[in-house]
């Protein structure tokens, strides 16, 4: 069970599931909620292949950001997850060749 770093005080949790079926491993997890609040969410690096690891988050919001850092140095973002709809995130190889050129496109246009 892999939790926030500092989760919010008093609030309740909820299980989320994030699955690697790339082949990278996943090194870093960040989860942004609305209004830029940011947790980093501590765990050992995550095989790929179909591996997972359970995350627990503050129940609310629903809504969040996903920034997961792979070993190569990619960073691939996930946006509006709802964390309450759904069990869980797939890491995918298609997600991070179409997220590796958004990325190199906004960076060229001083972009994130």
Request: charged content about 25%; hydrophobic content about 35%; overall charge neutral.
């Amino acid at each position: 069970m892999y939790r926030l770093d500092s989760p919010p005080p008093g609030t309740s949790s909820r299980y989320f599931e994030l699955i690697n079926v790339s082949h990278d491993a996943v090194v870093s997890v960040t989860e942004a909620r609305p209004g830029g609040a940011q947790g980093s969410i501590a765990l050992s690096p995550l095989r790929g292949g179909h591996h997972t690891a359970m995350l627990e988050l503050a129940s609310a919001p629903c809504i969040r950001d996903f920034r997961i850092g792979l070993r190569d140095g990619r960073t691939l973002i996930y946006r509006d997850i709802n964390v309450c709809r759904s069990r869980g995130l797939y890491v995918r190889t298609a997600d991070m060749q179409s997220e590796s050129r958004d990325l190199a496109d906004a960076a060229a246009e001083g972009g994130e």
